[in-house]
T-cell receptor, first 113, second 121 residues
């Protein structure tokens, strides 16, 4: 158990809908990262937050947004969902911005039908 | 942009034998970190081993060791005395260090496509 908690574990929704994925980082970790894992694109970095502020953006679509709250949990919002958004979404956390080791949650499996 | 290439989509090994997974990367940075992550069927991404580019000594963690060739931009993972529990997808990953040329703006991990390792009893 990495100490990073993601909910829900599985999510099935219809095209056009909006979903929110939640991540609770390890106790004491200030950085949260979101990654998307799909069969065709592999593991892609989406976005990073550090202590409530956005720090880096990767291949995140405009339909997707994220935030980190004062209690350091983070949410990834996916809207106007398309079939191609079906993927495993990982959250990872680390103590600082630059810690070399990031701990991953078990992911949320999103299926868009 | 940095890229990570794993040329072996699948590998298999007999239990108790040794297997080496290959990884090459492309970067203009001189300071960076390299990682191997393991993803078993449970989907959990587990850090296996990491290497700092400024260190010439190859990292070792129990049965796992790396062969880091900085000039060749190669970072292979050797698993000795393979066990059934080693069966998983293995990902090679790259991360810029804070002192890198990019000025520390690339916080992300860049992953390879992965190598699926099967361990035969």
């Amino acid at each position: 158990d990495s100490g990073v908690t993601q909910t829900p574990k599985h999510l099935i929704t219809a095209t056009g809908q909006r979903v929110t994925l939640r991540c609770s980082p390890r106790s004491g970790d200030l950085s949260v990262y979101w990654y998307q894992q799909s069969l065709d694109q592999g593991l892609q970095f989406l976005i990073q937050y550090y202590n409530g502020e956005e720090r880096a953006k990767g291949n995140i679509l405009e339909r997707f947004s994220a935030q980190q709250f004062p209690d350091l949990h983070s949410e990834l919002n996916l809207s106007s969902l398309e079939l191609g958004d079906s993927a495993l979404y990982f959250c990872a956390s680390s103590v600082g911005q630059w810690n070399t080791e990031a701990f991953f949650g078990q992911g949320t499996r999103l299926t868009v039908v | 942009a940095q890229t990570v290439t794993q040329s072996q989509p699948e590998m298999s090994v007999q239990e108790a034998e040794t297997v080496t997974l290959s990884c090459t990367y492309d970067t203009s940075e001189s300071d960076y970190y390299l990682f191997w992550y393991k993803q078993p069927p449970s989907r959990q991404m587990i850090l296996v081993i990491r290497q700092e580019a400024y260190k010439q000594q190859n990292a070792t963690e129990n049965r796992f060791s790396v062969n880091f060739q900085k000039a060749a931009k190669s970072f292979s993972l050797k698993i000795s005395d393979s066990q059934l529990g080693d069966a998983a997808m293995y990902f090679c990953a790259y991360r810029t260090a804070p002192s890198g040329l990019s000025g520390g703006s690339n916080y992300k991990l860049t992953f390879g496509k992965g190598t699926l390792l099967t361990v035969n009893p």
